[in-house]
């Protein structure tokens, strides 16, 4: 008899975990929900600003307002004399 009754707390105690494992996937998956909102608005706003020439520094790489590549901005060598 005591054998049932101690099977009968345990089950009862992996249900509660149960259901407490499932309270926090559903959290979990709430989560993950809002951090994928939250990463389209932002590859959202960022092709929006590559699109305007308000934002020039986060262009494509091959964007000049000249059509020329510029020089290094990182302080390396110029590229063409022009550059110098």
């Known amino acids: 008899m005591e054998h049932v009754e ?5 089950e009862q105690e992996l249900r509660s ?11 979990l998956e709430g989560e ?3 951090v994928d909102q939250q990463i389209n ?3 959202d706003e ?3 600003k590559k699109q305007s020439s308000e934002a020039p520094g986060i262009q494509d790489d091959d964007w000049s307002p000249t059509g020329e ?5 990182a302080g390396g ?7 110098e």
Do not use: C, H, I
Not at 6 to 10: M, Y
Not at 69 to 73: E, L, Q, S, W
Not at 77 to 83: K, M, Q, S, V, W
């Open 6 to 10: 101690r099977q009968d707390e345990r």
């Open 32 to 34: 993950a929900e809002k």
């Open 69 to 73: 590549p510029p020089g290094d901005a």
């Open 46 to 48: 960022f092709e929006q």
């Open 17 to 27: 975990e149960v259901d407490d494992l499932e309270q926090q996937g559903d959290e």
């Open 77 to 83: 060598a110029p590229r063409t004399e022009e550059d």
């Open 41 to 43: 608005e932002t590859r």
